[in-house]
């Protein structure tokens, strides 16, 4: 099946709209997570309070970029190398995804309808990032030109270049 990215952006804008946001979407997203699934718990170091703020901002990258896979794949090799350092095992990836869709579908069900169509996509959607993500944990070695040709470091960790700028104090870009 192909990715419906209009239904997967538009689904999303409703959910930074609804039922509290996007906010309200990730602390649902790690409620839900350490009740069904407490064995992952001691993997994340950063309380839900912080942590959510992270997973938001990567599904809304992935979002952005659904329809552009020259960024969008380097990004999710780069995730996935970069949640080895968190100790991520691939049997975490599937409770991840099983959460995220079930968190997703209530939200967007609260204020607004939840349609077989967006059940389709997001599953998709899904899917592809949890393959992706493996893909590059399941060998890293592998994407070591590709993440630096994106500004990545072999662990998955953006590289900040320093420069002068026009002021000559250091810049971090």
């Known amino acids: 099946m192909a990715l419906n990215v209009a239904l997967l952006k538009d689904s999303f804008e409703r959910a930074k709209r609804e039922n509290g946001g996007i906010t309200s979407l990730g602390m649902s997203f790690y409620k839900r997570l350490f009740e069904k699934y407490p064995s992952v718990k001691p993997l994340f170091s950063k309380p839900p309070e912080v942590q959510h703020k992270m997973l938001m901002s990567a599904l809304a990258t992935i979002v952005a970029q659904a329809d552009q896979s020259d960024k969008l794949l380097p990004y999710l090799h780069a995730l996935g190398i970069r949640h080895l350092l968190y100790k991520t095992e691939n049997a975490h ?69 320093c420069g002068v700028s026009t002021n000559g104090r250091p810049e971090v870009s």
Do not use: C
Request: aromatic letters at 8%; a negative charge; charged letters at 20%.
């Open 93 to 161: 990836y599937s409770a991840v995804a099983e959460n995220l869709l079930a968190v997703l579908r209530e939200h967007l069900s609260k204020e607004g309808e939840w349609t077989d169509a967006m059940q389709d996509s997001w599953t998709a959607a899904i899917a592809l990032i949890v393959k992706v993500m493996m893909e590059a944990s399941n060998n890293p070695a592998a994407f070591t030109e590709e993440l630096a040709n994106h500004g990545y470091g072999p662990d998955g960790l953006l590289i900040q270049k």
